[in-house]
């Protein structure tokens, strides 16, 4: 099943995550009850430097479907990206939060 | 709840009458994303509750992206930008963020403030300085890239508050 943000779907999102020709792997994050909206939001505006509509979708995405790809490119610079997400801290919104959220690289 | 908010739905007439949840999974992107763009602001969170916990949870996003189709471009656009209008927090609604989620109260819990860090230094100088003044009386002009220095401070004044000894209640003999 691909994913809103896949590549066939670059046309209609111009603002999703991009992948090109350099694109070997991409990072999927994983939904939890930890962290909310605002979070993920903030979260890929910063790190992936998606527009906050594109971050919103991704954000709902990983809602409804427990997981969404939110940034593709080359192993190294992915490494980079995950190593920021998942140091990126709990969400200071939520009192119980205490943990970063889960991602993973995939090859593309 | 599910038989409530049918009931609720049908009474809107945004759709054909829905007898089951099933049903309301069944309709196609753009009689979803109809609703879902005519409903009343606070109860679109339980609308994609109630959808989000059916069977095929990625189908539903796709229709949400009304299927990747033109036609449905528009519906969607319109459900985006009132899902995000519901489920983000607006910018004026916080005056700093360290004064709504860093409370004095919370800082005796040192496990609570250290995860916290990350929070405390991605936010611009200003309103860190102005939370210090406002927690510790001291006046602070931390500037860019000074965020560390920052929070150490804020973090040697918690520990030097917890440090000095309380008053203790009068003996009954004094």
Known sequence: MAFSNSPQNLKENRDAPQAS????HKIVLFDDENHTYNYVVDLLSHICELSKEAAFRCALEVDLTGKSIV???????????LGQITSYGPDHRLFDSMYSMEAQIEVF | MEKAFLKYLNQLNLAPPLGSLAELNSLNSSQLLNIATQLPDEVLGTFLYLLKNER??????????????EENRSLSETFFKKAQLCYL??????????????PLEALDDLAFLSSRENFFKRQNTVAINEYLLLLTGQET?????????AFSFLWNWV???????KNLPPTQNS
């Open chain 2, 159 to 165: 520990l030097s508050t917890k440090s000095k000894p």
């Open chain 1, 21 to 24: 020709q350099n694109c070997t």
């Open chain 2, 56 to 69: 095929e949870p990625n189908q539903l996003f796709i229709k949400l992206m009304g299927m990747h189709e």
């Open chain 1, 71 to 81: 940034y593709y490119g080359p192993h190294s610079a992915c490494l980079d990206k």
């Open chain 2, 89 to 102: 927090e607006q910018p004026e609604e916080l005056v700093n963020p360290l004064t709504t989620y860093l």
């Open chain 2, 141 to 149: 002009n931390y500037t860019p890239g000074q965020e560390n220095e």
